[in-house]
Each structure stands twice: as C-alpha cells, then as structure tokens.
T-cell receptor
Framework: KNQVEQSPQSLIILEGKNCTLQCNYTVSPFSNLRWYKQDTGRGPVSLTIMTFSENTKSNGRYTATLDADTKQSSLHITASQLSDSASYICVVTKYNFNKFYFGSGTKLNVKP | GAVVSQHPSRVICKSGTSVKIECRSLDFQATTMFWYRQFPKKSLMLMATSNEGSKATYEQGVEKDKFLINHASLTLSTLTVTSAHPEDSSFYIC?????????????FGPGTRLTVT
C-alpha cells in the first residue's frame, strides 16, 4: 500500500531554535518527494523537490534530506522564525503516474 | 514561480444551492488540474483529476454528480458543488500541472473556503 507518514503530528519550538520534521514513505516505484509549507487558510507552497538521486537540497533556512534506500526524508528548519509557523506536508510522487501521495502534515508552532 | 488563482476565496451559500469555484493557471498552460478537499487539521484529500477537453477522473467515494468538474481550457477548471449541504462545508484547493515542465510539479491555488448554512 502506498503511504506517506509524517512525524511528529505537531511541534512547538521557541523562536531561533532548530527543528527537524520526518517523513517515511512506502510509495513505489518512487519518482520524487516534495516538502510543502501551508499557512492556515492558504494553499501549499513548494519548499523543495528531490528525485531519487538527490540526498539533500536547501532552500534558505530549509534543508531537506532524502534516503531512498530507507525511504525516509527529513526537513530541517534552521533558526526558526515566527513566520515558520505553519503545516509542513510531505508529498511523494509515484514514478510515471499522475498521482501524488500526501502525508498528514506536521503542524509547527514557533513561539516568541 | 507559476501562479494559480482561485475564485472566490470565500463563499457562504444556503443549503440546496449550487456554488462554482474557479481555478486558473495565470502564467502557464495546464493540461491537468487537481481538486482537493481539506478538513480542519487534516491533509489534502484528492477529489478528482481534471484533464483539459475530457471528463474528470474522480477518486473513490467522490460523487461526480455532486461535484461537477469542467476543464474547458488549458488555463481554467471549475468545480461546481451542486445542491450544497452543510457537510460540504470545507476548504477546497486546486492545483495545476505545467504542460511543458519536465518534472511532475504541481502548483497550488490559495484555496476556497466554502460554508453552507
């Protein structure tokens, strides 16, 4: 069964701290994995996209890693800011299929 | 980056009426658009895949006569919620896939908040 599991479900951190969000998947065959940021009441915005051969990709303070062997990905946020408060969604695409598998998201709350 | 718009952003309607939501790709052509529904504190749930010039493909459990989808052009898809009921109240999000892009990138709209009273 093609699934995407994210952890933790929610997370509270203090402004300026770092955090790491996890994504495990069983989607096969694998094409790519994306991390999205979704602010409350808004549509998701792409942060990173990684294909099978990529291990890490950065976008500003966001760094995503991918281990295609263990089917795990992480999103590391450095020096968090209040504006990082949002839901972070991991989405895996199946190879050659027009289908996306969504994780349930991690709700991040950055407090001053 | 690619921009997808949705209209309206918020709509309140009475039970039994129909509501149309538009999804437009503003700076690219989209042969495929997707419609999602999102419940509070939950992730997106794919409702249907909309292909330009052909009938939409609905996910299991989604009533096609309830949620009418029309993908009339390469930049516009519409979702009509027919005979809306309070349980249809939700956040509806569309996404569009760039026809030319080599990756399977999809760009999301800002969402439409539907409230049925």
């Amino acid at each position: 069964k093609n699934q995407v599991e994210q952890s933790p479900q929610s997370l509270i951190i203090l402004e300026g701290k770092n955090c790491t969000l996890q994504c495990n998947y069983t989607v096969s065959p694998f094409s790519n994995l994306r991390w999205y940021k979704q602010d409350t009441g808004r549509g998701p915005v792409s942060l990173t996209i990684m294909t099978f051969s990529e291990n890490t990709k950065s976008n500003g303070r966001y760094t995503a890693t991918l281990d295609a062997d263990t089917k795990q990905s992480s999103l590391h946020i450095t020096a968090s800011q209040l504006s990082d408060s949002a839901s972070y969604i991991c989405v895996v695409t199946k190879y050659n299929f027009n289908k996306f598998y969504f994780g349930s998201g991690t709700k991040l709350n950055v407090k001053p | 980056g690619a921009v997808v718009s949705q209209h309206p952003s918020r709509v309140i309607c009475k039970s039994g009426t129909s509501v149309k939501i538009e999804c437009r790709s503003l700076d690219f052509q989209a042969t495929t658009m997707f419609w999602y529904r999102q419940f509070p504190k939950k992730s997106l749930m794919l409702m249907a895949t909309s292909n330009e010039g052909s009938k939409a493909t609905y996910e299991q459990g989604v009533e096609k006569d309830k949620f009418l989808i029309n993908h009339a052009s390469l930049t516009l898809s519409t979702l009509t919620v027919t005979s809306a009921h309070p349980e249809d109240s939700s956040f509806y999000i569309c996404s569009a896939r760039d026809r030319i892009a080599s990756t399977y990138e999809q760009y999301f709209g800002p969402g439409t908040r539907l409230t049925v009273t």
